[in-house]
């Protein structure tokens, strides 16, 4: 099972560079950062590269993933780490679930799936980014969890 996952890194780093996230990508970044550094104590021998104060996800992962992964640039990272290309081989019975209003979860690449019958796939018109908020009557609940239940008990495709 798999919930919004980021399945064309290039199409997620597109997105997330938009206007409307930049609150997102300044947190995304800044997290980035402190972890970074926190490896950097840990291993002094891996030299941390000098990150400019503005930092996007994109530009971390050009200055850090990308080199300690052994890619030549981001892009090279985001094409070779993306699972894209990867899905339609998977035989084990599957379900991903995502959203269209997904900030950060670019929906076109679902939609250009072509998938084996032993996955199915889910596209709420809503849930933002593992959202899937509903009422129980008790101030709400993540309704995804349940739907992911029902699928692993049964089989079946979840309703929305």
């Known amino acids: 099972m798999a919930v919004a996952p980021p399945i064309d890194l290039t199409a997620c780093s597109n997105l997330l560079s938009v206007r409307k996230n930049r609150f997102y990508q300044r947190h995304?970044?800044?997290q980035l950062v402190r972890l970074a550094r926190w490896?950097?104590?840990?291993r002094p021998d891996v030299p941390l590269p000098q990150f400019p104060r503005r930092l996007s996800v994109r530009q971390f992962d050009e200055l850090?993933?990308?080199?300690?992964g052994g890619y030549a640039s981001a892009a090279e990272y985001?094409?070779?780490a993306?699972?894209?290309s990867l899905i339609p081989g998977i035989q084990l019975p599957t379900l991903i679930l995502t959203a269209r209003d997904d900030p950060f979860i670019a929906i076109q690449p679902f939609e250009?799936?072509?998938l084996p019958d032993n996955i199915q796939m889910v596209i709420t018109p809503r849930g933002g980014h593992l959202g899937y908020l509903g009422s129980d009557g008790e101030g709400g609940y993540r309704w995804a969890e349940q739907k992911l239940v029902e699928w692993a008990q049964s089989g079946r495709l979840p309703t929305e």
């Open 39 to 42: 490896h950097a104590r840990h």
């Open 64 to 68: 850090y993933t990308a080199p300690r």
């Open 82 to 84: 993306s699972s894209f």
């Open 112 to 114: 250009a799936l072509t």
């Open 28 to 30: 995304f970044a800044r």
């Open 78 to 80: 985001y094409h070779n």
